[in-house]
């Protein structure tokens, strides 16, 4: 049977001009020379380890090797539930793409993934960055780290030699910024022109690093996509999901050192027990307020002073929930307060209040379009909200932006993710086109303006200037606030923490 596997088989068997085959890019690091690949005239180097780690411990630099390591294909993935291929603990590697090994300084674009803390990876092909490369002359860089309770659960108080163990996560991205920073001039970037960007759980790791003194330095502008931290788990709670995680492995907690040895596959199975601090769900295990990796809140009571000359964007999409919640057909007013479940909302609010008051804002939409519409203000606006506010509170304000506005282009999360790196679909293209070179005039000025964009002024207070990424582009001031007032008199508190 012919594959495409046996046509580039056959291909690289064929006799071919010396000129026509480029020669395998070789790059030296501090721990030793990567062979990557040429793709589209970008060099690629992919599986790069960045660091080691020991279970539940902070990461260590990777030993050096002699020879030449191979850097053609993708690294594992950290252990997780789910489809996610090739797993690994061994999983601190990252990945490179760039113009030219020439020293040439470019902007550096690290992007972060998103899976809240507990799935994903830098390896999908939605994070492919050879059209971003090829178009703003950029180097893109992507990364794996642990997740879950291999990256985030708390055990210092059972177990002290894992002072570390619920942050070990943040620390892996640490140690990969260091890596960039000591590493990527000889991929062609400057390493004083770092952005890092993500979505979703990614954004969040963001702003979580803008409060970790030990990442203070290592990044020089900060975007995040529909993903905020505005507070991180508290150490008792934290230490309540460690409790129950261990109960759910049947060991008690003089028998935590057990987790130490018990099969992978064991530890990511108990995980799938309920929450004990949201009553929903599998367990949630994120940063921690420590006082050790983390010492305050990333945006609680204010935005990190840390981070204050950084400049940042927040932005999220218009339909955020319409990526997970499912829609009924035939919902009707009489159930929609059943779908406006604490689980959905995550906010504390009366039902029939939300739907009343949405009723009266837009009294043309539907059951599922109050649906979307409510469960996107109250659980995924909220936090970017008080983040932008904070900012614009401390005289740094953020550049905010949303994508889409309601209309044909329903803009779920992760719409924004393809547009970013221009690897949209051809009826996305123009919108990719306008996202894309946004996020790269930001990375190398630290200013999101381009010619294809109103004048895009940052969020400031009252006026609350946001960006619709739609067509046309256009400014809005405040828009949807009086959602935003709605939900203002309820007291937020970060999902999971």
């Known amino acids: 049977m012919i594959t495409r596997r046996s046509l580039i088989a056959a291909a690289a068997a064929l006799p071919v001009a010396a000129h026509a085959q480029p020669a395998a890019p070789v790059a030296p690091t501090r721990y030793g020379p990567v062979r990557g690949y040429v793709d589209q ?38 252990p997780q539930r789910g489809a996610e291929a090739n797993q690994s603990e061994d999983c601190l590697v990252l990945n490179v793409w760039t113009p030219g090994l020439d020293r040439g300084r470019r902007p550096v674009m690290v992007y972060i993934h998103g899976g809240a803390y507990s799935n994903g990876s830098g390896s999908s092909p939605l994070y492919d960055g050879v059209r971003l490369c090829r178009r ?16 985030y659960a708390y055990l210092a ?31 062609g970037g400057d390493p004083t022109k770092v952005m890092v960007f993500g979505q979703s759980g990614g954004g969040a790791k963001i702003a979580t690093l803008m409060a970790t003194p030990a990442a203070a330095g290592l990044f020089h502008r900060a975007a995040t996509m529909s993903g905020q931290q505005v507070t991180a788990s508290g150490p008792n709670n934290a230490r309540r999901r460690s409790l129950t995680w261990l109960d759910a492995l049947k ?44 010492t305050r809140h990333p945006f609680y009571p204010d935005a990190p002073a840390q981070s204050a000359k950084i400049p940042m964007i927040i932005g999220n ?18 159930d929609l307060p059943k779908r406006l479940t604490f689980a ?36 995924s606006w909220r ?35 393809p547009l970013v790196f221009d690897n949209a679909q051809p009826d996305q293209q123009a919108l990719a086109d306008l996202m894309s070179e946004a996020f790269l005039a930001f990375a190398r000025s630290g200013d999101p303006n381009h010619r294809g964009l109103p004048r895009w002024t940052p969020y400031t207070l009252p006026r609350r200037r946001t960006l619709i990424f739609d067509f046309p582009p256009r400014l809005a001031d405040d828009p949807r606030g009086a959602e935003r007032q709605f939900f203002g008199k309820v007291p937020y508190v970060q999902p999971g923490t």
């Open 41 to 78: 005239g970008v060099s690629v180097f992919k599986g790069v380890r960045y660091g080691v780690a020991q279970r539940f411990r902070a990461p260590q630099p990777p030993p050096a090797w002699t020879g030449v390591a191979d850097a053609t294909r993708y690294g594992p993935a950290a």
């Open 136 to 151: 703003g002359d950029v180097v893109v860089v992507t990364l794996n780290h642990r997740l879950n309770a291999f990256g």
């Open 317 to 334: 999409t218009f339909d955020e929930t319409r990526a997970f919640i499912r829609a009924e057909p035939g919902l009707t007013w009489d």
């Open 344 to 379: 959905n909302l995550r906010v504390d609010v009366k039902p029939e209040a939300v739907v009343a008051e949405y009723r009266r804002l837009y009294p043309r939409y539907s059951p599922e379009e109050i649906l979307f519409a409510a469960t996107t203000a109250g659980r």
């Open 383 to 417: 936090a970017a909200i008080i983040e932008a506010e904070e900012r614009a509170k401390a005289g740094t304000p953020a550049w905010v932006h949303q994508l889409g506005s309601g209309g044909a282009f329903k803009a779920p999360h992760t719409a924004d993710i």
């Open 157 to 187: 108080p059972l177990l002290p030699e894992l002072a570390d163990s619920g942050n070990a996560g943040q620390l892996d991205l640490v140690l990969a910024l260091n890596w960039v920073r000591d590493n990527i001039a000889a991929f």
């Open 251 to 294: 060991l008690k907690p003089d028998q935590a050192r057990e987790v130490l040895t018990l099969p992978v596959e064991r530890l990511l199975e108990a995980q799938a027990i309920e929450d004990p601090v949201l009553g929903f769900g599998g367990l949630y295990f994120g940063p921690v307020l420590d006082e050790r990796s983390l």
